[in-house]
Protein backbone atom coordinates (compact mmCIF):
# COMPACT_ATOMS: atom_id res chain seq x y z
CA UNK A 1 0.00 0.00 0.00
CA UNK A 2 2.77 2.57 0.63
CA UNK A 3 4.59 1.58 -2.37
CA UNK A 4 0.94 2.70 -4.10
CA UNK A 5 0.88 5.84 -2.29
CA UNK A 6 4.68 6.79 -2.65
CA UNK A 7 3.93 6.18 -6.09
CA UNK A 8 0.63 8.58 -6.21
CA UNK A 9 2.83 11.52 -4.66
CA UNK A 10 5.41 11.70 -7.03
CA UNK A 11 2.87 11.30 -10.18
CA UNK A 12 1.46 14.71 -8.15
CA UNK A 13 4.30 16.00 -7.55
CA UNK A 14 5.08 16.18 -11.24
CA UNK A 15 1.84 17.03 -12.39
CA UNK A 16 1.59 20.95 -13.17
CA UNK A 17 0.19 23.17 -10.94
CA UNK A 18 -3.32 23.73 -11.08
CA UNK A 19 -3.66 27.52 -9.83
CA UNK A 20 -0.98 30.38 -10.64
CA UNK A 21 0.67 30.87 -13.80
CA UNK A 22 1.00 27.86 -15.57
CA UNK A 23 -2.05 27.82 -17.12
CA UNK A 24 -2.88 31.38 -17.91
CA UNK A 25 -4.06 32.06 -21.58
CA UNK A 26 -1.19 33.58 -23.33
CA UNK A 27 -1.63 37.45 -23.27
CA UNK A 28 -3.46 39.27 -25.08
CA UNK A 29 -1.50 41.92 -25.74
CA UNK A 30 1.27 39.68 -27.58
CA UNK A 31 0.70 40.08 -31.36
CA UNK A 32 -0.06 36.28 -32.67
CA UNK A 33 3.31 34.34 -33.66
CA UNK A 34 1.62 31.08 -34.58
CA UNK A 35 2.65 29.54 -37.81
CA UNK A 36 -0.45 29.23 -39.10
CA UNK A 37 -1.53 32.92 -38.76
CA UNK A 38 -0.57 35.67 -41.53
CA UNK A 39 -2.56 38.49 -40.54
CA UNK A 40 -2.27 39.72 -44.36
CA UNK A 41 -3.54 35.95 -45.37
CA UNK A 42 -0.83 36.21 -47.26
CA UNK A 43 1.87 33.22 -46.55
CA UNK A 44 -0.34 31.18 -44.02
CA UNK A 45 2.51 31.91 -41.19
CA UNK A 46 5.47 30.48 -43.04
CA UNK A 47 6.80 34.04 -43.48
CA UNK A 48 7.64 33.55 -47.07
CA UNK A 49 5.16 33.49 -50.01
CA UNK A 50 5.37 32.09 -54.04
CA UNK A 51 5.03 34.58 -56.92
CA UNK A 52 5.45 34.45 -60.41
CA UNK A 53 8.08 36.18 -62.05
CA UNK A 54 9.25 35.57 -65.62
CA UNK A 55 7.37 32.06 -65.65
CA UNK A 56 9.28 31.29 -62.58
CA UNK A 57 8.11 30.16 -59.25
CA UNK A 58 10.29 32.46 -56.58
CA UNK A 59 9.64 32.85 -53.03
CA UNK A 60 9.30 36.13 -51.47
CA UNK A 61 9.40 37.41 -47.88
CA UNK A 62 5.93 38.18 -46.51
CA UNK A 63 5.29 41.49 -44.97
CA UNK A 64 4.62 39.87 -41.88
CA UNK A 65 7.57 38.09 -41.26
CA UNK A 66 9.45 41.47 -40.18
CA UNK A 67 6.62 42.08 -37.89
CA UNK A 68 6.87 38.44 -36.62
CA UNK A 69 10.47 39.03 -35.31
CA UNK A 70 10.11 42.22 -33.87
CA UNK A 71 7.43 40.51 -31.27
CA UNK A 72 10.04 37.70 -31.17
CA UNK A 73 12.82 40.09 -29.90
CA UNK A 74 10.50 42.03 -27.74
CA UNK A 75 8.54 38.95 -26.22
CA UNK A 76 10.02 40.26 -22.40
CA UNK A 77 8.13 43.44 -23.56
CA UNK A 78 4.22 42.87 -22.46
CA UNK A 79 1.69 45.41 -20.76
CA UNK A 80 2.03 44.58 -17.41
CA UNK A 81 -0.16 41.60 -15.72
CA UNK A 82 -2.56 44.23 -13.34
CA UNK A 83 -3.45 46.88 -16.79
CA UNK A 84 -4.14 43.84 -19.57
CA UNK A 85 -7.13 43.75 -19.46
CA UNK A 86 -7.54 47.89 -18.59
CA UNK A 87 -9.70 50.33 -21.04
CA UNK A 88 -9.57 54.13 -21.18
CA UNK A 89 -12.92 53.98 -19.63
CA UNK A 90 -11.59 52.28 -16.52
CA UNK A 91 -9.57 55.49 -15.67
CA UNK A 92 -12.22 57.05 -13.55
CA UNK A 93 -12.12 60.60 -12.85
CA UNK A 94 -14.12 61.37 -9.88
CA UNK A 95 -13.92 62.75 -6.19
CA UNK A 96 -13.13 59.17 -4.80
CA UNK A 97 -9.79 59.24 -7.19
CA UNK A 98 -8.89 62.98 -7.25
CA UNK A 99 -9.64 65.15 -4.32
CA UNK A 100 -8.68 68.07 -5.70
CA UNK A 101 -10.59 70.02 -7.94
CA UNK A 102 -7.16 70.71 -9.85
CA UNK A 103 -6.44 66.66 -10.07
CA UNK A 104 -9.95 66.06 -11.43
CA UNK A 105 -9.20 68.80 -14.21
CA UNK A 106 -6.12 67.63 -15.28
CA UNK A 107 -6.28 63.66 -14.89
CA UNK A 108 -9.57 64.83 -17.28
CA UNK A 109 -7.72 66.50 -19.78
CA UNK A 110 -5.12 62.97 -19.71
CA UNK A 111 -8.50 61.11 -20.40
CA UNK A 112 -9.64 63.38 -23.05
CA UNK A 113 -6.19 62.97 -24.57
CA UNK A 114 -5.67 59.67 -24.58
CA UNK A 115 -9.26 59.18 -26.01
CA UNK A 116 -8.75 61.61 -28.96
CA UNK A 117 -5.42 60.15 -29.68
CA UNK A 118 -7.03 56.77 -30.25
CA UNK A 119 -9.53 57.96 -32.51
CA UNK A 120 -7.42 59.68 -34.46
CA UNK A 121 -4.27 57.35 -34.27
CA UNK A 122 -3.68 56.88 -38.30
CA UNK A 123 -3.37 60.69 -38.22
CA UNK A 124 -1.19 60.92 -35.35
CA UNK A 125 1.20 57.83 -36.87
CA UNK A 126 1.25 59.82 -40.28
CA UNK A 127 2.82 62.82 -38.17
CA UNK A 128 4.61 60.72 -36.23
CA UNK A 129 3.39 61.92 -32.88
CA UNK A 130 3.28 60.20 -29.41
CA UNK A 131 2.21 61.41 -25.96
CA UNK A 132 3.91 62.47 -22.93
CA UNK A 133 2.54 61.74 -19.39
CA UNK A 134 4.25 63.12 -16.65
CA UNK A 135 3.54 64.35 -12.91
CA UNK A 136 6.07 64.74 -10.20
CA UNK A 137 3.39 62.18 -8.18
CA UNK A 138 3.42 58.22 -7.87
CA UNK A 139 0.25 56.56 -7.87
CA UNK A 140 -1.54 59.06 -10.31
CA UNK A 141 -2.91 56.78 -12.85
CA UNK A 142 0.23 57.05 -15.64
CA UNK A 143 1.26 53.76 -16.00
CA UNK A 144 -2.86 52.58 -16.17
CA UNK A 145 -3.32 55.15 -18.87
CA UNK A 146 -0.64 54.56 -20.85
CA UNK A 147 -1.09 50.81 -20.97
CA UNK A 148 -5.05 51.44 -21.17
CA UNK A 149 -4.29 53.32 -24.40
CA UNK A 150 -2.16 50.84 -25.83
CA UNK A 151 -4.81 48.03 -25.06
CA UNK A 152 -7.19 49.83 -27.33
CA UNK A 153 -4.64 50.59 -29.91
CA UNK A 154 -4.37 46.87 -29.83
CA UNK A 155 -8.10 46.39 -30.21
CA UNK A 156 -9.25 49.40 -32.53
CA UNK A 157 -6.35 49.74 -34.77
CA UNK A 158 -5.03 46.16 -34.65
CA UNK A 159 -1.62 47.78 -33.79
CA UNK A 160 1.68 46.65 -32.98
CA UNK A 161 2.19 47.24 -29.68
CA UNK A 162 5.12 46.92 -27.04
CA UNK A 163 5.14 48.25 -23.58
CA UNK A 164 8.80 48.25 -20.98
CA UNK A 165 9.97 50.94 -18.70
CA UNK A 166 12.97 52.43 -19.92
CA UNK A 167 14.71 50.64 -17.20
CA UNK A 168 14.09 46.79 -18.23
CA UNK A 169 14.07 48.11 -21.83
CA UNK A 170 18.23 49.05 -21.33
CA UNK A 171 18.84 46.43 -19.34
CA UNK A 172 17.50 43.81 -21.75
CA UNK A 173 19.70 45.40 -24.29
CA UNK A 174 22.70 45.39 -21.45
CA UNK A 175 22.30 41.47 -21.50
CA UNK A 176 22.47 40.79 -24.65
CA UNK A 177 26.50 41.65 -24.49
CA UNK A 178 27.29 38.59 -23.15
CA UNK A 179 28.04 36.27 -25.82
CA UNK A 180 25.70 33.04 -24.74
CA UNK A 181 22.74 35.81 -25.02
CA UNK A 182 20.51 34.18 -27.65
CA UNK A 183 19.85 37.85 -29.24
CA UNK A 184 22.14 40.54 -30.53
CA UNK A 185 22.40 43.43 -29.43
CA UNK A 186 21.63 44.96 -32.71
CA UNK A 187 18.59 42.73 -33.67
CA UNK A 188 16.98 43.79 -29.84
CA UNK A 189 18.00 47.54 -30.70
CA UNK A 190 16.76 46.92 -34.49
CA UNK A 191 13.18 45.54 -32.89
CA UNK A 192 13.07 48.12 -30.13
CA UNK A 193 13.65 50.94 -33.26
CA UNK A 194 11.29 49.20 -35.23
CA UNK A 195 7.93 48.02 -33.20
CA UNK A 196 5.03 50.20 -34.31
CA UNK A 197 3.57 51.59 -30.90
CA UNK A 198 6.62 51.68 -28.19
CA UNK A 199 5.30 52.69 -24.76
CA UNK A 200 7.90 53.84 -22.31
CA UNK A 201 7.07 53.68 -18.86
CA UNK A 202 8.73 55.42 -16.02
CA UNK A 203 11.26 57.64 -18.42
CA UNK A 204 14.34 59.20 -16.11
CA UNK A 205 13.55 57.02 -13.27
CA UNK A 206 16.38 54.23 -13.81
CA UNK A 207 20.00 54.95 -13.03
CA UNK A 208 22.36 56.26 -15.49
CA UNK A 209 24.93 54.05 -17.07
CA UNK A 210 27.92 54.99 -19.52
CA UNK A 211 25.36 52.69 -22.58
CA UNK A 212 22.20 54.59 -21.27
CA UNK A 213 22.28 58.27 -23.31
CA UNK A 214 23.64 55.80 -26.85
CA UNK A 215 20.78 53.32 -26.60
CA UNK A 216 18.43 55.79 -26.48
CA UNK A 217 19.58 58.37 -28.94
CA UNK A 218 20.14 55.52 -31.24
CA UNK A 219 16.18 53.94 -30.72
CA UNK A 220 14.43 57.02 -30.33
CA UNK A 221 16.17 59.10 -33.37
CA UNK A 222 15.23 56.22 -35.44
CA UNK A 223 11.74 55.95 -34.28
CA UNK A 224 11.44 60.07 -34.75
CA UNK A 225 12.26 59.19 -38.80
CA UNK A 226 10.37 56.49 -39.44
CA UNK A 227 6.14 56.20 -39.52
CA UNK A 228 6.30 54.62 -35.43
CA UNK A 229 5.45 55.90 -32.35
CA UNK A 230 6.10 56.45 -29.07
CA UNK A 231 3.92 57.21 -25.64
CA UNK A 232 5.82 58.14 -23.02
CA UNK A 233 5.17 58.15 -18.80
CA UNK A 234 7.82 60.29 -16.49
CA UNK A 235 8.19 62.00 -13.72
CA UNK A 236 9.27 64.90 -15.04
CA UNK A 237 8.90 67.46 -17.85
CA UNK A 238 10.80 66.78 -20.86
CA UNK A 239 13.65 69.31 -20.23
CA UNK A 240 14.05 67.43 -16.61
CA UNK A 241 14.83 64.22 -17.87
CA UNK A 242 18.61 63.76 -16.88
CA UNK A 243 19.38 62.00 -20.59
CA UNK A 244 21.34 64.60 -23.19
CA UNK A 245 19.76 67.31 -24.50
CA UNK A 246 20.16 65.13 -28.12
CA UNK A 247 17.80 62.63 -26.43
CA UNK A 248 15.32 65.44 -25.20
CA UNK A 249 15.23 67.37 -28.07
CA UNK A 250 14.00 64.58 -30.15
CA UNK A 251 11.44 63.54 -27.74
CA UNK A 252 9.97 66.92 -27.86
CA UNK A 253 9.48 66.44 -31.68
CA UNK A 254 8.12 63.17 -31.46
CA UNK A 255 5.81 63.29 -28.27
CA UNK A 256 2.83 65.54 -27.20
CA UNK A 257 3.67 66.68 -23.10
CA UNK A 258 0.48 65.91 -21.31
CA UNK A 259 0.68 67.06 -17.42
CA UNK A 260 -1.27 63.95 -15.10
CA UNK A 261 -2.19 64.62 -11.45
CA UNK A 262 0.10 65.48 -8.98
CA UNK A 263 -2.63 63.25 -6.75
CA UNK A 264 -2.00 59.91 -5.53
CA UNK A 265 -5.18 57.77 -6.69
CA UNK A 266 -3.56 54.49 -4.90
CA UNK A 267 -3.36 56.62 -1.69
CA UNK A 268 -6.53 58.01 -1.77
CA UNK A 269 -8.33 54.74 -2.62
CA UNK A 270 -6.48 52.48 0.20
CA UNK A 271 -6.92 55.45 2.76
CA UNK A 272 -10.60 55.21 2.22
CA UNK A 273 -10.99 51.52 1.86
CA UNK A 274 -9.20 51.76 5.85
CA UNK A 275 -11.46 54.14 6.51
CA UNK A 276 -14.54 51.92 5.79
CA UNK A 277 -12.82 48.35 7.11
CA UNK A 278 -12.23 50.38 10.50
CA UNK A 279 -16.44 51.65 10.22
CA UNK A 280 -17.08 47.73 10.09
CA UNK A 281 -14.78 46.87 12.62
CA UNK A 282 -16.48 49.21 15.56
CA UNK A 283 -19.62 48.51 14.05
CA UNK A 284 -19.36 44.82 14.29
N1 LIG B 1 -7.96 57.34 -12.74
C1 LIG B 1 -7.87 56.13 -12.16
N2 LIG B 1 -8.94 55.32 -12.12
C2 LIG B 1 -8.87 54.11 -11.51
N3 LIG B 1 -7.77 53.63 -10.92
C3 LIG B 1 -6.66 54.39 -10.92
C4 LIG B 1 -6.65 55.67 -11.55
N4 LIG B 1 -5.42 56.20 -11.41
C5 LIG B 1 -4.69 55.30 -10.73
N5 LIG B 1 -5.42 54.21 -10.42
C6 LIG B 1 -4.96 53.04 -9.66
O1 LIG B 1 -3.91 53.48 -8.80
C7 LIG B 1 -2.77 52.64 -8.90
C8 LIG B 1 -1.54 53.46 -9.25
O2 LIG B 1 -1.62 53.96 -10.58
P1 LIG B 1 -0.39 53.98 -11.59
O3 LIG B 1 -0.94 54.07 -12.96
O4 LIG B 1 0.52 52.85 -11.30
O5 LIG B 1 0.29 55.36 -11.17
P2 LIG B 1 1.67 56.03 -11.69
O6 LIG B 1 2.13 55.25 -12.87
O7 LIG B 1 1.29 57.43 -12.00
O8 LIG B 1 2.62 55.93 -10.54
C9 LIG B 1 -3.07 51.61 -9.95
O9 LIG B 1 -3.15 50.36 -9.34
C10 LIG B 1 -4.38 51.98 -10.57
O10 LIG B 1 -5.20 50.85 -10.61
MG1 LIG C 1 3.97 54.18 -13.06
ZN1 LIG D 1 2.49 36.58 -43.99
Known amino acids: MDKIKERINEIIKKAPKMKGQDFKKKPSNSWDSKKDNCPYDQCNGSGFRIIEQNGRKVAIE ?14 FATILEEFQETMIDDF ?53 LISAIGNELIHQHKAKVKFAT ?40 QSIKSDTNDHLFDILNHRLNNLVVTI ?10 PYNFRIK ?33 LMG
Open 166 to 205: VGDLLNAIRSTYSCNSEVSTHELMDAAKKVEVLILDDMGQ
Open 62 to 75: CECREERVINKKLE
Open 92 to 144: VVDNNHYKQSNSRKSASVCKEAAKKYVAKFKEMKNKKKGLYFYSDTAGSGKTM
Open 232 to 241: FSSNCKIEEL
Open 249 to 281: DRIKKMAIPVHAPEESVRENLSEQENDELLEEL
